[in-house]
Nanobody
Framework: QMQLVESGGGLVQAGGSLRLSCAASGRALSFYSMGWFRQAPGKEREFVAAIRRSDGGTNYGDSVKGRFTISRDNTKTTVYLQMNNLKPEDTAVYYC???????????????WGQGTQVTVSS
């Protein structure tokens, strides 16, 4: 059973940066496409970014394009989300997820981490 553990969240001022990490145990991430989602209080879980398992192709949610970058390390055990020029509306719990297909849909991912809180102050 794969386990995903996110880290790197915290409190940052608007315009600042954070890098989130998602470490996997139980099975190499190279078998999966990986996604990052976020959920703010009272809102549905929102797609942020995904990276394809086959060739590393990426896609992003409209609200983060040009500011966030998803990547994976060469050993393919950790996936990152570099977040730059953060805005207060980026405040949410951020989750990483593993699935068979690169997708912006929550239902495409069968394995989820516990989430890490990101808070952006104005």
């Amino acid at each position: 059973q794969m386990q995903l553990v996110e880290s790197g969240g915290g409190l940052v001022q608007a315009g600042g940066s954070l890098r989130l990490s998602c470490a996997a145990s139980g099975r190499a991430l190279s078998f999966y496409s990986m996604g990052w989602f976020r959920q703010a209080p009272g809102k549905e879980r929102e797609f942020v970014a995904a990276i394809r398992r086959s060739d590393g192709g990426t896609n992003y949610g409209d609200s983060v394009k040009g500011r966030f970058t998803i990547s994976r390390d060469n050993t393919k055990t950790t996936v990152y989300l570099q977040m730059n020029n953060l805005k207060p509306e980026d405040t949410a719990v951020y989750y990483c997820a593993a699935g068979n297909l690169q997708s912006d849909h929550v239902g495409a991912y069968g394995n989820w981490g516990q989430g890490t809180q990101v808070t952006v102050s104005s």
